[in-house]
């Protein structure tokens, strides 16, 4: 099959999810375009998550989310699968925050409990004020990086990365992936030296 009659195959049945014209059409629409989809969707979503369940369940995810704005979809600005690729990648990236934000959470109820187990042993509240100062500082530090940037670095730290495994991941060269981690490193040293 040629790759415009594929495309313009997808951007019929995405069409088709769209409008739900008639009953079941829309499913319809949806099962055949997974079919045709989730073998190379599930690769981006597995390079992004860096894991089979979880990409699995980011697939999943991201067909519902193609459910929901199929009628966003606009062929004239970007191919079909290139738009779909985005939709898989904003939700890996989203389930992996979400991961991160509970491992946080369980950190700090495990924190809990041992802070009631262990006698005398309570943080300061001049501590606890300090630290949750220097998280908003960095989280407002973060925020002034560039998104591609912010990201890269973000998922260093959060996913305890190396350079190659990260450029591999996310198809950019070494040296880019390098660069842009020391930038960032470089612009958050001195965003919150502002801070101190």
């Excluded at 739900?20 to 079919?35: F, I, K, S, T, V």
């Excluded at 690729?85 to 991961?99: E, K, T, Y």
Aim: glycine share 6%; proline share 3%.
């Amino acid at each position: 099959m040629a790759h415009d009659l594929s495309d313009q195959q997808l951007v019929s049945l995405i069409d088709r999810i769209a409008a739900r014209a008639r009953p079941g059409d829309g499913e319809a629409a949806l099962r055949e375009l997974y079919d045709l989809t989730s073998s190379k969707l599930y690769g981006v979503a597995l390079r992004v998550a860096g894991n089979r369940d979880w990409a699995e369940d980011v697939l999943q995810d991201a067909y519902l989310n193609v459910w929901r704005i199929a009628g966003d979809y606009r062929a004239s600005l970007s191919p079909p699968m290139a738009w779909m690729g985005v939709i898989v990648r904003s939700r890996a990236l989203d389930f992996l925050r979400r991961r991160a934000s509970e491992r946080a959470d369980a950190a700090l109820e495990l924190d809990d409990a041992i802070a009631e187990t262990v006698a005398g042993d309570a943080a300061n509240p001049m501590d606890t004020s300090q630290a949750s100062e220097q998280a908003w500082a960095l989280h407002e530090c973060l925020r002034k990086l560039e998104s591609r940037q912010r990201e890269v670095v973000s998922l260093a730290y959060l996913r305890d990365l190396s350079h190659s495994e990260l450029a591999e991941q996310l198809r950019l060269p070494l040296g880019t992936v390098k660069t842009w981690i020391r930038r960032g490193l470089e612009q958050l040293r001195g965003c919150m030296a502002r801070f101190a």
